[in-house]
């Protein structure tokens, strides 16, 4: 059973650019959130997605989009890229439902912005 | 989601228990306590969850006080594999609540 998969594993960008990164949720999970975790702090929630639809949304700006398939991957878009982008993106996947919801995380993507 | 303390770093011997406490005096009696830990560079890996019963599995026990402003995370038998930064959260167990990270515990496991 697949768990959490995340490609790219390394990303080096520069400063404006835009850079898309990809989630494959574990095997019969249907939702998918995404996390940025700077060098030395906690994962912070950017978004989630579920039926193709974005239901949550942090604090994050527009610059960070997101979709999901029909098949339930997802992909994380980040347009006119800062130096502060520079992260581990990380993205979770569980089931909805009532007795669900637990997340599960892939290894992450570490972008660098140069 | 209510917050959470955690001490920032614990040391442990191998082969000895390791006893990581989290403080949750603002839990709600929908909030579940959630347990994570990473292993740096890696994502983050789920170890347990519970509501007010304690809890077991084969990676840690979650021993939650009666009132539910407290928790234990208990690693039986720690090993050197076990050094990570551990994450105690709490969150509704509903699809739309998310994972709202602290600074998390660093556990060094030594020999």
């Known amino acids: 059973d697949a768990g959490v998969t995340q490609s790219p594993t390394h990303l080096i960008k520069t400063r404006g650019q835009q850079v898309t990164l990809r989630c494959s949720p574990k095997s019969g999970h249907d939702t998918v959130s995404w996390y940025q975790q700077a060098l030395g702090q906690g994962p912070q929630f950017i978004f989630q997605y579920y039926e193709e639809e974005e239901r949550q949304r942090g604090n994050f700006p527009d610059r960070f989009s997101g979709h999901q398939f029909p098949n339930y991957s997802s992909e994380l878009n980040v347009n006119a890229l800062l130096l502060g982008d520079s992260a581990l993106y990380l993205c979770?996947?569980?089931?909805?439902?009532?007795?669900?919801?637990?997340?599960?995380f892939g290894p992450g993507t570490r972008l660098l912005v140069l | 989601d209510a917050k959470t303390t955690q001490p920032p770093s614990m040391d442990c011997a191998e082969g000895r228990a390791a006893n990581l406490p989290c403080n949750h005096s603002t839990i709600s009696g929908n909030e579940y306590v959630y347990w994570y830990r990473q292993i740096h560079s890696q994502g983050p890996q789920y170890i347990i969850h519970?509501?007010?019963n304690n809890e077991t599995n084969e990676m840690a026990s979650l021993i939650i006080t009666e009132d539910r402003k407290s928790s234990t995370l208990i690693l039986p038998h720690a090993t050197l594999r076990d050094t990570a930064v551990y994450y105690c959260?709490?969150?509704?167990?509903?699809?739309?609540?998310?994972?709202?990270f602290g600074k998390g515990t660093m556990l060094l496991v030594s020999p």
């Open positions: 519970g509501l007010k």
């Open positions: 959260i709490v969150r509704v167990r509903s699809g739309y609540s998310t994972l709202t």
């Open positions: 979770a996947s569980s089931l909805e439902g009532p007795s669900g919801e637990t997340q599960y």
